[in-house]
């Protein structure tokens, strides 16, 4: 009896002193109806704010599902810059290597899972053959000294292409690079040398031919989940960009993700890519953003 006389006196003590506190404090008279008041509108804030905190949550959760798990870019521009500039071509080249090591950190800073970095095309050979070795052993270079950062930031790197036309020399340096990241997980940078959207989808092609041909698959059983398991991009967890950048104002994809661009947004950027910062990159991000992407459906 004792006990529940105690709860009691408790209960209006935690209710009649703040009462009798604001009832002071906004000369209101203390009553019964007023107290009903007080705890009606106290509740009424417990519950806005509640709603407040889950509606800041849902639109963090909606603001996190808006950015793109797969963020493909082309690196366009260098020789302009390097021109522009009175450089060597070979400059301008180094300039946008230097830029992509220096946006390592950005590019996966927002939650992004995966960055395709298209940095030679198979029509690119076609460049005067002293541009191409330049490039070659530039990338070399890149993959052997860049690795520890790699690492540190604990970022994937896979190199997809035509590995036919590269010196063994780059080949080891590939090799070494992937193996040494290949346990990352989280942040997956894919860098694309001697890579054609139309090789990629041609070799995809030749190799569901030879597994149906030895009856490792049935020519029905083959769809776009199977086509997609063939491709280069196989190798990413998302394998088709949600955007692509294209720098230097040129407005084409120039062989790039031919299948896996097929309802990518295209991001035109006028800067030369030597020039291509965190601040450019991030209004690429926010436009993004605000697209409506439909898939082909009605909304």
């Not at 090789?199 to 490792?216: H, M, P, R, V, Y």
Request: charged residues 30%.
């Amino acid at each position: 009896m004792l006990s529940l006389v105690s709860i009691v006196l408790t209960f209006l003590a935690l209710i009649l002193i703040p009462c009798l506190f604001i009832s002071r404090r906004l000369s209101v008279p203390l009553s019964f109806t007023n107290i009903r008041r007080f705890i009606k509108t106290a509740t009424s804030r417990s519950e806005d704010e509640e709603m407040r905190t889950e509606s800041e949550s849902i639109g963090e959760k909606e603001k996190e599902e808006r950015m793109p798990k797969h963020v493909a870019i082309i690196l366009d521009g260098n020789r302009r810059w390097a021109k522009k500039r009175g450089l060597e071509t070979a400059q301008g080249h180094e300039a946008g290597a230097r830029r992509v090591m220096e946006l390592a950190k950005q590019y996966f800073s927002v939650g992004i899972n995966t960055v395709s970095l298209f940095a030679f095309s198979t029509e690119n050979w076609a460049r005067p053959e002293d541009e191409v070795n330049k490039l070659m052993a530039m990338f070399e270079k890149l993959l052997k000294s860049e690795v520890p950062c790699l690492q540190r930031y604990k970022v994937k790197i896979s190199v997809i292409g035509d590995r036919s036309n590269i010196s063994e020399s780059l080949l080891s340096a590939i090799r070494e690079a992937e193996e040494a990241t290949k346990s990352y997980e989280e942040k997956h940078l894919i860098i694309a040398v001697n890579y054609s959207g139309r090789f990629d989808i041609l070799q995809a092609c030749k190799s569901l031919a030879e597994k149906a041909k030895n009856g490792l698959i049935q020519v029905e059983d083959i769809d776009e989940n199977l086509m997609e398991k063939e491709l280069m991009t196989k190798c990413s967890e998302f394998p088709n960009p949600d955007v692509m950048i294209r720098t230097s104002g040129e407005q084409r994809i120039s062989n790039f993700f031919l299948w896996q661009s097929a309802y990518t947004e295209l991001y035109f950027s006028d800067v030369l890519w030597p020039d291509f910062g965190e601040t450019e990159y991030l209004e690429a991000l926010t436009w993004y953003k605000q697209r409506n992407r439909r898939f082909g459906r009605r909304v």
